[in-house]
């Protein structure tokens, strides 16, 4: 009787052993693929369309040049530009100027926040940003 006893205890702790990898073969495949979207949702701004491609090397000497060049490159360039890469860019500058100026970077967020659509490729990024510069 009492190898009848241990084979059933085998049995089941095999049992348990197989319900608890396919638990852990479930959580991992999950955990991949969460990972996988997050790197689809992954923006690269220099891909987004709406900026001319001679503006692209002038565009990068302003952000180089610190909140005050950025200012004066969307003065001089801003008409140019087109959604979704001119609300990514002024999200930029918000975050430059949001300990110099904080009311100005709120001001910008609360602007390209109603411009930017919820399919927007800027969604994600206005979306992180509204707990510290949203209503």
Do not use: H
Not at 71 to 98: F, H, Q, T
């Amino acid at each position: 009787m009492t190898k009848v006893y241990w084979v059933i205890g085998i049995v089941l702790v095999c049992f348990g052993v197989f319900k608890m990898w396919e638990v852990w073969d479930d959580y991992d495949k999950e955990k991949d693929i969460k990972a996988a979207e997050a790197a689809k949702r992954e923006v690269k701004p220099e891909y987004l369309s709406g900026m001319p491609g001679e503006l692209r090397d002038s565009f990068d000497i302003a952000q180089k040049n610190g909140a005050v060049a950025m200012k004066n490159w969307m003065k001089a360039y801003g008409a140019r530009l087109e959604d979704p890469r001119k609300a990514w860019i002024e999200l930029d500058y918000m975050v430059l100027i949001s300990k110099d100026d904080p009311v100005e970077a709120k001001k910008i967020f609360s602007m390209v926040q109603s411009r930017v659509a919820t399919n927007s490729p800027v969604f994600p990024r206005v979306q992180q940003l509204r707990p510290t510069f949203g209503n």
